[in-house]
C-alpha cells in the first residue's frame, strides 16, 4: 500500500534516516540549513511517502523571509529538502511529492516559493526559476543558478536585494 501522509505522523527518527541516506550524515553544514535555522517545518506543506508502513520519500517547508537593506521583511517557505531513499530514485516518487506539496501550496501558502536546487529539474517539472532571485544572498555559499523561487496562491516574490533567513 502506497500512502502520501502528513510528514508530522512519521516518527522524526525515521524522517532523519531517510535524510541521512539521501544526503549523507554531513548534510547540517549546508547553506539551507542555516536560513532556516531554528524554524519548525510548515505542517501543511510537508510530506511523507510510505509505502506498506516504510517511510521511503519525504518533503519539508519551512517559514523563511527576505529581509532587505531598509528592513522590509517578506516571509517566504523554503522548499526542501525533497528526499527519495536512494534505491527507489528516478521512479517519479520526488515528482509526486512536489506536485502534493505543490497542490496543498496553491490553496494555504502563506507567500511565495523559494529553493536551493537544480533548475533543470525543478525549472523543468514545477516552474521554478532564478528570474528573481539575482539580487538576493544567502548565509553560506551558494550557486546563483540554483536559487530558485515562485510564485504561488498570489503571492509574488520579492526582486530586489535581500538577505534569505529564518522567520
Ligand atoms: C532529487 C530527487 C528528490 C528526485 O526524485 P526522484 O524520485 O529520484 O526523481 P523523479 O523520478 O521524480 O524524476 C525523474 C526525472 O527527473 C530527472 N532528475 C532527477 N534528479 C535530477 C536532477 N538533480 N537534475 C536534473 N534532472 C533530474 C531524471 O532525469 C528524470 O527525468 P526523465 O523522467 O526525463 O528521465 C531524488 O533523486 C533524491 O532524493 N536525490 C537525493 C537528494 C537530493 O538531491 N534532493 C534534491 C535537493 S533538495
Not at 502528513?6 to 553544514?29: C, K, W
Not at 526542501?80 to 506539496?101: C, F, I, K, N, S
Not at 537544480?118 to 543558478?145: H, I, Q, S, V
Request: glycine share 12%.
Amino acid at each position: 500500500m502506497v500512502e502520501l501522509l502528513p510528514l508530522a505522523n512519521i516518527e522524526a527518527s525515521a524522517v532523519e534516516a531517510l535524510l541521512d541516506a539521501a544526503f549523507g550524515s554531513d548534510r547540517f553544514g549546508r547553506t539551507a540549513y542555516r536560513i532556516r535555522e531554528g524554524t519548525a517545518a510548515v505542517p501543511a506543506l510537508s510530506f511523507a511517502r510510505v509505502e506498506d508502513g516504510v517511510l521511503v520519500g519525504t518533503i519539508q517547508c519551512w517559514p523563511v523571509a527576505h529581509r532587505a537593506p531598509d528592513g522590509t521583511a517578506t516571509p517566504l517557505v523554503m522548499v526542501g529538502p525533497v528526499a527519495v531513499r536512494p534505491d527507489l530514485q528516478r521512479g517519479g516518487y520526488g515528482r509526486a511529492l512536489m506536485a502534493r506539496m505543490l497542490e496543498a501550496a496553491e490553496q494555504k501558502a502563506d507567500s511565495a516559493l523559494m529553493m536551493i536546487g537544480d533548475p533543470e529539474y525543478y525549472g523543468r517539472f514545477f516552474g521554478f526559476t532564478a528570474d528573481a532571485t539575482g539580487a538576493w544572498d544567502l548565509p553560506g555559499p551558494y550557486e546563483k543558478r540554483r536559487l530558485l523561487a515562485r510564485a504561488v496562491n498570489g503571492h509574488t516574490l520579492p526582486t530586489g536585494a535581500g538577505m534569505i533567513g529564518p522567520r
